[in-house]
């Protein structure tokens, strides 16, 4: 935790159980050791008295602000005592000039999905500050509305799809006392340095081994647009047996509250994940086949809802101004691919807080017989009895004994895929000797874990 005194000192307290509520009240006594030439003690206050504080996880800086209008970003050391180095946010005049006397700045935000991007405000004339942090430079930008005299009661920067092209671009709306909206775009040229690919994750084992090809089997993902009766639920039932869950909601609720939150009117799951966040699916009646899926959105919140909803490389986009269902019915190849599960996937919400609310889901089903369940297909590989040995003869003169083999289990299935990818770092890391003592020594930990 770090907190900031009207004094303009600067508190850190790590939250552990030497911190816990249980021990009573304590005194937080850790100041953070803020030195540079600009921050000067004056009658027990620093640079007029501190206005802000804020910290970025995703930057890993803290930013803080003066009354004097200083207002400086830092790394914190691992033993958050001090800071090695402060830079000073400084305000450009229209001559290129440091301004001499820049505003305060507090209200700290991020704007969600788009890294390094940072908006505040003035804390004397309310105007907006946008912040763009790159390893060099940090570019500052005060938004100026015409007339000047039109005072901004609120805003809110959202990253959305662009109505011209397939790319996302980052918004400023601003509230005006007059009732006005404000909407200014960011630039992409300036604003999308983390939005690089040298800066997007990618998995180790992709780059060691080259893509498999894709199977010609079908997936499930239907083809081209997909149409469906009117009266499609109607000739299906409400399945009561299913399960609802996720490592995303689990995080949250456990399975009975979840399934009690999806059947009962009124509440709701909600979850805080930038990105959206996806819901398991399980029926548990080996009689029934899952045929399509009821959604209840925008009882508690409209700026709440999923932005969109999708299942099997499907999504259905949310736009509503009041509360609503919305169907999703299943082609006959999703539902053999949702045999017992399937997985629903939640778009984020335009919330500013993050929060994406569901109110219900209702699934349908059908019995195997009305729905036409294919017969179970017969076992891989055969069961093999006697010791007598079968043999075949190929296209040249030489005789190969063949044995026909034994189902596999699921601990040589992990082996096998274990060995393949250990194959796979030899191949390409051959020459590099420390590189194969790492990845030979991780495999075979796995191997032993297995």
């Known amino acids: 935790m770090v907190l900031m005194s009207s004094a303009g000192y600067i508190y850190t307290q790590p939250m552990e159980e030497l911190s816990s509520a249980k021990h009573g009240p304590f005194y937080v006594t850790n100041v953070l050791d803020v030195t540079h030439d600009d921050l000067k003690d004056t009658n027990g206050q620093v640079a007029g008295g501190g206005v802000s504080v804020y910290y970025s996880h995703t930057l890993q800086l803290l930013f803080f602000s003066y009354s004097q209008g200083k207002t400086f970003c830092a790394s914190l050391n691992k033993q958050n005592n001090q800071l090695p180095s402060l830079f000073p946010i400084n305000f450009k005049s229209n001559n290129g000039s440091s301004k001499s006397n820049s505003p305060a700045l507090c209200q700290w935000n991020e704007v969600p999905n788009h890294p390094g991007l940072i908006y505040c405000i003035t804390q004397t004339s309310g105007v907006p500050v946008i912040m763009m ?61 983390w939005m690089s690919s040298q800066f997007q994750p990618a998995s180790v084992i992709s780059v060691l081994r080259p893509p498999k090809k894709k199977k010609t089997a ?15 639920f109607e000739h299906s039932q409400v399945l009561n047996d299913v399960e609802y869950g996720g490592n995303d909601l689990l995080q949250l609720y456990n399975v009975q509250q979840i399934k009690h939150r999806m059947n009962t009117t009124g509440m709701y799951v909600a979850s805080t994940k930038p990105t959206g966040f996806s819901i398991d699916v399980t029926n548990n009646n080996s009689n029934m086949v899952m045929v399509g899926v009821r959604f209840h959105i925008g009882t508690q919140s409209v700026e709440r809802v999923p932005s969109f909803l999708e299942m099997f490389g499907r999504s259905v986009q949310i736009n509503l101004s009041r509360n609503r269902w919305y169907d999703m019915p299943f082609t006959r190849d999703e539902s053999l691919t949702a045999d017992k599960k399937f997985t629903i996937f939640v778009g984020p919400s335009v919330d500013p807080a993050g929060v994406t609310m569901l109110d219900s889901i209702k699934v349908y089903g059908k019995t195997k017989e009305a729905f036409g369940w294919p017969d179970e297909p017969p076992d891989e590989f055969p069961s093999v009895t006697g010791t007598n040995l079968p043999t075949v003869t190929t296209s040249t003169d030489t005789e190969v004994a063949v044995t026909l083999p034994l189902p596999l289990t699921s601990l040589d299935r992990l082996v096998a895929s274990s060995l393949e990818v250990l194959e796979g770092c030899f191949m390409v890391l051959a020459n590099t000797e420390v590189w194969i003592t790492i990845i030979t020594n991780y495999s075979y930990h796995k191997l032993q874990t297995l």
């Open 218 to 232: 079908k997936s499930g993902r239907p083809v081209g647009q997909v149409s469906f009766p009117i009266d499609f």
């Open 133 to 193: 942090v790159k390893p060099d430079s940090i570019m500052v930008q005060e938004i100026k509305t015409l007339p000047a005299k039109a005072k901004i009661q609120d805003m809110v920067a959202i990253r959305h799809p662009s109505a011209t092209s397939e790319q996302h671009r980052t918004t400023l709306i601003l509230l005006c006392e007059d009732g006005s909206l404000r909407i200014y775009m960011a630039s992409v040229e300036n604003t999308s340095y």
